[in-house]
Structure formats: C-alpha cells, structure tokens
C-alpha cells in the first residue's frame, strides 16, 4: 500500500474464502511488506460481536473473514487472539457459538479472549475519560475487522465505531448515559479513536453481506458484495458509507476522526472507481432522517420541534422475555412488571437505542410521531 490513506475494494459475491485470501495477500498481509513485521508479536483480532446472531443475519463479522486471516498469520510464528467486549449483559459463549467464531478457533488453535475479563484502564484525552480493556496494552498489534451497517444512532457504523469494542462491556452503558445523542457520542468516539488507533495494522469492513434499514442488528440484510481495506479507519468509513448513499462528511463521527487523522476526502486513493459505482437504493433513509433535520435547526426552536418531531423504541409482543434489554438499560428505563412483561418509561429513556440494538429477537420497534413518519420518505433523496 502506497499511502496510508488508501482504501483498497474488491467486488466479492458471497464468502468465498480463496478468494477473500488472496485480496487480502495482495492487499496488506503480503509477505515482503507487513507480515515480517508480526513474527513473534501478539495480534489481536476484533470482529464485530454485537451479540448472539447467526453469520446470515449480517450483524456480526462473518467467520470467513477471520479465517483468511487466520490462515495468513499462521504462515509466520505470532500469536493469534481473538476477542471482542459485547455490550450490555450478553452471554459471551452464546455470542461465540451463534457467531461462528467458536467453531473457527477450535479449527484453527486459536485463543479466544473475553475484553471484559481484563482490568479496566483510563486516560484522559481532551478532558475525556476513556476507559479501555488492559488487553489492549498487552497486545502488538489490532487487525479491525468491521461489519458493513447502517446504524439507528450513529446513521453508520464501520471501522471507527467497531473500535468502541476496546472500551469494557458494562462501562458502554456509562458512555451512552454520559454522551446521549449522536453528536455527543460521536465527539467522544473521536477521542476514543484518538486514544487507541495507534495499534490498528489495519482496518476492514465486511461488505459483502451487510445491513440496511434500521441497523445495526434490527435492519435487513443485502448483498453488497464488496471487501474494503485499508490501514486508515477513518478514510475506510468515508468511502465505504459514501458506497452506501451518505452524504459522509454530514455523519458527525466520519468527519470528526478524519479531522483527527489530518485527512481530506480529496487525499484518499483507491485501487476502485468507487464515486461512479454507488450502490443503488441502500435503505438509508430512516437513520439518516434525525441527525439530517434536528441537528440543523436553531437551538432556539429545538424544544418545539422536538414535541413534534420524536421517536422512541417500543417493546413489542415478539419479545422473548430473555431480559437482555432490562440488564442493558443504561438508565434503567426498562421496568418489569410482575408477570415478567418488558415495558419501557419513555420519561427515563433517553433515546440511546442500546435495547434496540441489543434484542437478539428484533422485539424493539423505533416507533415515530406521524409528522416523523411523514418526512421519512423525503430522507431518501
């Protein structure tokens, strides 16, 4: 890779391992470049883990990937882990097995490490108190491997967002309590991101299969078939969600970690004529919708336009009473009453959308006012 900035793409149709494996011997672990560089170094592996769903559901990073990987770092003598912090009160087990990723690192002798088992650490960045997994000082070396999604907070999730896994399972729950909305929690990634980037090798997005609609668990999955890469994250989700329809500099956490990496969208290559191959049609309007209009208005007006304009996650009758959104309630908004029954207080809640991106059964709609629902339709243009 000749710059830094360069995000390399390759059209792939379904998971087909030779094929992932040789772009990624082409890309970056080719032999004369960065493989020397890991002999004898512990590498850590972060897919994204979001919870206990099957690799077809497209919320978590498909299991081929990380064997291509895998099969690569073996040719040299490293030590391999993989690990990732789920959120919120999730059965770590349960995760591995569901994801596929079990079963792969008993193939390959690869260890599985848990990031929430590890001692907590914390630095200041800014007057921002970042709390990270100790595992992250003990390793070399991070290999990013995200999941191409829309996100209902963040509009988008990629190589920045899936980095949020260093931070330890329950404190998750503080951040989304502390930084409530998106640009909070987007100026708070940033200075996470500024924190721990230094020992990502490289970052990549699993496209191939990824999520539209109302991601990043609760959507719909779609063929994208691509494979993004690149050793620079924030350049990787400017491309990448610019693929999917967005608008990239409008997402608050796209356009503040380019600024952080000293990167200008006019400064990123490609192998890929990735502006005049836009996929068409991506299902983008409905987490692009708040951020578009409400961040846009006067502060002024806010209040008003907020008793007009809102949306709120609804428990509904597919709910499996499996309590993983109770457990993961960063405000302790979600009551139970005494027949076990799931109900949110919409007056405790604020907004954050954790149980909606938790529930392994979709059982949590974001319902909206009719004036929200009426300017929907327009969020796709």
Same mark, same amino acid.
């Given at each position: ?26 890309? #970056?672990?080719? @032999?004369?470049? *960065?493989?020397?560089?890991?002999? $004898? =170094?512990?590498?850590? %592996?972060?897919? +994204?883990?979001? /919870? ?51 079963? #792969?690192?008993? @193939?390959?002798? *690869?260890?599985?490490?848990?990031? $929430? =088992?590890?001692?907590? %650490?914390?630095? +200041?960045?800014? /007057? ?254």
């Amino acid at each position: 890779m000749k710059t830094k900035n360069k995000v390399l793409i390759k059209r792939i149709d379904e998971y087909d391992l030779e094929k992932i494996l040789a772009f990624f011997k082409r890309s #970056l672990l080719h @032999k004369d470049s *960065v493989l020397p560089r890991l002999v $004898n =170094k512990t590498i850590l %592996l972060k897919p +994204n883990l979001l /919870g206990a769903y099957a690799p077809e559901r497209a919320v978590t990073t498909h299991p081929v990937i990380l064997e291509a990987v895998i099969q690569i770092l073996q040719t040299i003598d490293c030590k391999i882990l993989i690990g990732d912090s789920p959120g919120g009160a999730l059965n770590y087990d349960l995760v591995l097995e569901k994801c596929g990723i079990q079963e #792969l690192a008993s @193939k390959y002798n *690869v260890e599985i490490v848990n990031l $929430n =088992k590890y001692k907590v %650490l914390n630095t +200041n960045n800014s /007057g921002y108190s970042i709390a990270y997994t100790q595992l992250y000082e003990e390793v070399d070396y991070i290999i990013n491997l995200a999941k191409y999604k829309t996100h209902s907070l963040m509009q988008f999730t990629g190589a920045v967002k899936n980095l949020y896994g260093l931070v330890p399972g329950l404190k998750k729950a503080d951040y989304h309590r502390e930084y409530p909305n998106s640009q909070k929690f987007a100026q708070f990634l940033t200075k996470l991101y500024e924190t721990v980037k230094g020992k990502v090798l490289f970052s990549v997005i699993d496209g191939i299969v990824g999520m539209e609609g109302k991601g990043p668990s609760g959507g719909n999955p779609r063929n994208f078939g691509y494979l993004f890469v690149s050793e620079c994250p924030s350049s990787l989700d400017y491309v990448a969600a610019s693929m999917m329809g967005f608008k990239a500099l409008d997402i608050d956490l796209i356009r503040l970690t380019m600024q952080a990496d000293g990167v200008l969208p006019s400064r990123i290559a490609s192998n890929f004529l990735w502006q005049e191959n836009i996929i068409p049609n991506v299902d983008i309007g409905v987490v692009k919708l708040r951020n578009r209009i409400l961040n846009k208005i006067p502060n002024s007006i806010s209040t008003i336009f907020q008793a007009f304009f809102w949306y709120k996650p609804v428990i509904t009758d597919r709910c499996k009473k499996c309590n993983i959104c109770f457990n993961s309630c960063p405000v302790n908004a979600i009551k139970i009453d005494d027949e076990g029954n799931l109900k949110i207080d919409d007056k405790l809640c604020i907004r954050c959308l954790c149980c909606h991106e938790f529930c392994p059964h979709q059982a949590i709609e974001i319902r909206k006012s009719s004036f929200a629902n009426k300017i929907i339709p327009q969020a796709n243009n």
